[in-house]
């Protein structure tokens, strides 16, 4: 005995066809974004690339380990740790990494780069944001493609979140996801969930390479009070207010901040409470992440005009100067970490004549200039030696 299908069987059938076919498609293009690396070409004085799971060896095999650059001049002086990447949805802390490490020069002392701290996050997006999963950057030999990834490490990599993220070691208690957010897992724990292991790798590096300074770049909605900001650790905070007024008065505007003592898991806490190093944050303003925003398109990325945050900012509800015939472009949020970068260390040797450090690299004007495509080398044409895909 045959039954037949009703029409409102049928719409049924059709609907479930058309749900499979979106997810078959939705997941090439996940499992496309969350395996697809990114390529840099290390700058010459490379001394030594290692993995994270050098020093936390239950991250190897994980989306949690990732890369860190040792460039070592041979000549005794001051380790310089710089982080990029702790939130893969702020891509200028990241574009900055890549830029420093593509062209650093080390004369003095030693550089360590750590490009991509939550590489776990750039494996997948902010979800339900409809953000782009690329931006591109246009260079002398063609586009250059970078992910944009979440502020959290993703799901699939840590699960299951706790219903309330108890901080260790402080037993303050945060928001559930902070247990995938680099900057509230700090100083971490040896054997804990994936983010604290990569935040005690980090801590690791900063105790066991005896690094003087250590500098985590970051980006802030332009609606945000803490933005065009150093944030610094009690030992680091003259340093940092000292950088912060040289910039202001001839470069680009820097507020100064102090960590604030009762904010736990952050680098610029828990760095300096956890070690002896001069431990510093940096954001730069990034329109991409406020709320009130027009379409997130990866122009907004890069260029950073908006009409809708020009009109905030007619009406003095923005924290930066901003208006959408400028925007915040990416060249102007690299250059401004670049030169904060070296600003803050070159006032840790002034202030602190033990601690001396010879390094170069682009500067706010070089990048405002050229643009930061001009200084991403071809991988092509590059020594296969420094080429990493990570």
């Known amino acids: 005995m045959t039954q037949k299908i009703g029409k409102s069987g049928l719409t049924k059938i059709l609907v479930l066809v058309l749900a499979l076919a979106l997810a078959g498609v939705a997941s090439i293009d996940f499992y496309t974004h969350r395996h697809t690396k990114e390529t840099v070409v290390a700058a010459e004085g490379l001394t030594e690339m290692r993995m994270l799971s050098e020093w936390v060896p ?190 202001s008065a001839d470069r680009f505007y820097m507020k100064c901040e102090a960590s604030p003592k009762n904010l736990r898991g952050l680098s610029h806490r828990e760095w300096g409470d956890f070690s002896d190093t001069l431990a510093v944050l940096m954001e730069t303003p990034q329109p991409f992440t406020d709320w009130i925003v027009g379409p997130m398109t990866p122009t907004l990325q890069t260029e950073g005009k908006d009409e809708f945050l020009n009109t905030a900012a007619e009406h003095g509800l923005t924290y930066v100067a901003y208006n959408d015939e400028f925007g915040s472009p990416i060249r102007y949020r690299v250059g401004r970490h670049l030169s904060g970068a070296l600003e803050v260390i070159n006032w840790m040797m002034t202030m602190d004549p033990t601690k001396q450090i010879e390094v170069s690299w682009p500067t706010y004007e070089e990048l405002m200039d050229k643009d930061c495509g001009y200084f991403l080398h071809n991988p092509e044409t590059a020594d296969p030696a420094l080429v990493f895909e990570i």
């Not at 005690?200 to 980006?219: Q, W």
Request: glycine share 8%; charged share 20%; aromatic share 12%.
């Open 58 to 247: 239950s991250l190897k095999g994980t989306f949690g380990d990732t890369p860190v650059f040792f460039y070592d001049s041979g000549v005794e002086g001051a380790t310089v740790l710089y982080v990029g990447g702790t939130h893969p949805y702020e891509p200028a802390a990241s574009l900055s990494a890549y830029v420093l490490l593509e062209n650093v020069k080390v004369e003095k002392g030693r550089m360590i780069i750590i490009p991509q701290a939550n590489r776990s996050g750039t494996t997948t997006g902010m979800l339900g944001n409809a953000y782009p999963t690329w931006y591109e950057v246009e260079t002398d030999w063609g586009t250059a493609k970078f992910k944009n990834g979440d502020r959290w490490a993703n799901p699939l990599d840590s699960w299951p979140d706790p219903f309330t993220y108890v901080h260790y070691p402080s037993n303050v208690q945060l928001t559930y996801q902070d247990i995938r957010n680099v900057n509230r897992c700090y100083p971490g724990r040896e054997d804990g969930m994936l983010i604290e292991r990569v935040c005690y790798g980090i801590m690791e590096i900063i105790r066991s390479e005896n690094v003087d300074m250590a500098i985590d770049a970051h980006e802030a909605a332009v609606m945000y009070p803490v933005v065009e900001t150093y944030v610094a650790h009690d030992r680091a905070l003259d340093m940092a207010m000292m950088a912060s007024m040289s910039l």
